[in-house]
């Protein structure tokens, strides 16, 4: 695993640590907040890894 998937995975398991004690403390605009981190790391990891096929020029599945 390198740098930039390790550091993907700590983004969305940081953004679901943040919604779940969100939704503990009942606070939610903390949960908005962490969903938006958690989905947007799943997202930027989906479109990095799409581009990165792209441009080596590999069949996509």
Do not use: Q
């Not at 700590?10 to 779940?20: D, H, P």
């Amino acid at each position: 695993m390198n740098r930039a998937n390790a550091f993907l995975i700590f983004i969305i398991l940081g953004g679901c640590l943040i919604t779940v004690l969100a939704v503990l403390a009942a606070l939610p605009f903390l949960v908005m907040i962490g969903s938006l981190i958690a989905g947007g790391g799943a997202l930027l990891g989906i479109t990095a890894t799409w581009l990165n096929d792209l441009i080596e020029g590999e069949d996509p599945k």
